[in-house]
T-cell receptor, first 115, second 115 residues
């Protein structure tokens, strides 16, 4: 469902530590799951995706884990840097017949990196 | 290189005065989306175009309309803006004819203020 709230959950992390951001999704038929990063005043930026038939995918400093049993998605950021400070959204993709794809975003998490 | 361009970046309009936001893309993607994002919330899909076919979300108010005169451009029209329509409006594109059809490219957004 849509996130309704005035305050985003915040994760404060020390520079150099690892960050873990969690997300629950709703539709077991979703074919891809994507993490987006959104910096203040900017549009969401693609970070990494995972197909529904996988349980782990690694990128540069980021790892996404998918647990379909409990409909849970997580993003791990290794050696968090000041430039990682942003709001992170998970999104699930579904195909729409004769109309392309549709993303449904989960609630975001704000990551604050402390120097 | 700008890929999804939104103009203006900031728009102030008066209560009830029609306003148009514009989006253009250099990616030649066949799908274009409009999202509304309120403060500290996730982007919410308003509608999207699959080629020339318009797909409205069930809960998008009639006050919101869209036009897509060609592949590159898409407009969001708000016929009678209310105070509750103040938000960031995000345009995104995707190509259905690639292996990564689920990946959406977002513009920087237009922040709308209603006075």
């Amino acid at each position: 469902g849509e996130s309704v709230g005035l305050h985003l959950p915040t994760l404060s992390v020390q520079e150099g530590d690892n960050s873990i951001i969690n997300c629950a999704y709703s539709n077991s038929a979703s074919d891809y799951f994507i993490w987006y990063k959104q910096e203040s005043g900017k549009g969401p930026q693609f970070i990494i995706d995972i197909r529904s038939n996988m349980d782990k995918r690694q990128g540069q400093r980021v790892t996404v884990l998918l647990n379909k049993t409990v409909k849970h998605l997580s993003l791990q950021i290794a050696a968090t840097q000041p430039g990682d400070s942003a709001v992170y959204f998970c999104a699930e993709n579904n195909r729409i017949k004769a109309a392309g794809n549709k993303l449904t975003f989960g609630g975001g998490t704000r990551v604050l990196v402390k120097p | 290189d700008a890929m999804v361009i939104q103009n203006p970046r900031y728009q102030v309009t008066q209560f009830g005065k029609p306003v148009t936001l514009s989006c253009s893309q250099t990616l030649n993607h066949n799908v274009m989306y409009w999202y509304q994002q309120k403060s500290s919330q996730a982007p919410k899909l308003l509608f999207h175009y699959y080629d020339k076919d318009f797909n409205n979300e069930a809960d998008t108010p009639d006050n919101f309309q869209s036009r897509r005169p060609n592949t590159s451009f898409c407009f969001l029209d708000i016929r009678s803006p209310g105070l509750g329509d103040a938000a960031m409006y995000l345009c995104a594109t995707s190509s259905f004819f690639t292996d990564r059809s689920y990946e959406q490219y977002f513009g920087p957004g237009t922040r709308l203020t209603v006075t």
